[in-house]
């Protein structure tokens, strides 16, 4: 096995995944060098984590923060911007891995010229593999590039699966904490506020995605994206609550066996596997004390009361452009929530109505998944 340093390109460095990737870079300096940043419009986050790694490569989508990056970068960094700048970081000659974490639907170009240039891929992008996972695997196997999961339920299936074929597949179970609102009865579901949905019990992360925790959307996102990872039909595609997060996901088997993988709750976890995979590295992060957590609760999920998981499977099921439509359509209504502009449970009935409008596309090309992307937005005005 090669010592070689990994060398890093992440898209999204100054948000939550962006700084937890930096954060697993402070402790493999000896495996792994960040050699490209792209961040959004946040030049000043951007020029420090430039500084604290050395990378020489450097994107900001906002061209108008460019100016202020440049004020503040070495005159060796090479400066990118937009979105073809994402792409040329993608596909940087030096890189092995990129790791995108964007969030929306810019993250989607770069990761397929990732895969294209025959880099691996770390996704922790949920639309990536939401709106075009047919097109990101045929892509990978084309040109021998991985995908690596970073969201953590899909990088504790890959941990499980380890190499097994999806025949011996015969459910893949997600867990999910179930969100703030998992024992709130349905009609007070109405009077959620905005800073109630973004307490979340278990996990640390951005606004959007605590939103779609709250709402289960994210757990319904994830059913998509682990049909395409791991190649399984959405009927083998199972989701369980479990408060505590200890579990991060489970197979099981063929043989009725299930494998589980736990840890304690951080993002460093699955980011760092993602990174030096197939190798497990040494990491400062907390071991798992069982015996002081003491009890794991499971329970089926309350499908009637939050119907983005029966959404998510009728969007995964029929395919085509329906998952992009179902995932623009909430996240312009988690948009609207965030500003007050409409109740909790008017963003799955908000995602419904556009779902339900939406004439699908069957065998839809990069251009008609963006099309009905901004369709779906357009409508969601
Ligand atoms: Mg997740």
Redesign the pocket.
Known sequence: MSERKKKVVILGSTGSIGQSTLKVARHLTDRMEVVGLGAARSAEKLAAQLAETGAKHACLSDTDALQSLQGQVSADTRIYSGDEGLIELATLEEADIVLVAIVGIAGLRPALAALEAGKDLAVASKEILVMAGEQVMETARRTGAKVLPV????NAIFQCLEGRSPQEVSRLILTASGGPFRELPAPDLLKVRPEDALKHPT?DMGPKITIDSATLF?KGL?MIEARWLFEVEMDRVDVIVHPQSIIHSMVEFTDNSVLAQLSVTDMCFPIQYAITWPERLANPLPPLDLASIATLDFETPRFDDFPALNLARRAGEIGGSLPAVMNAANEVAVARFLEEGCTFPQIWEHVAAVMDSHEVIVRPDLDDLIAADCWARAVSL
């Not at 969201?151 to 899909?154: A, K, N, P, R, V």
């Open positions: 969201d953590s339920e899909h996990w994210n994830e």
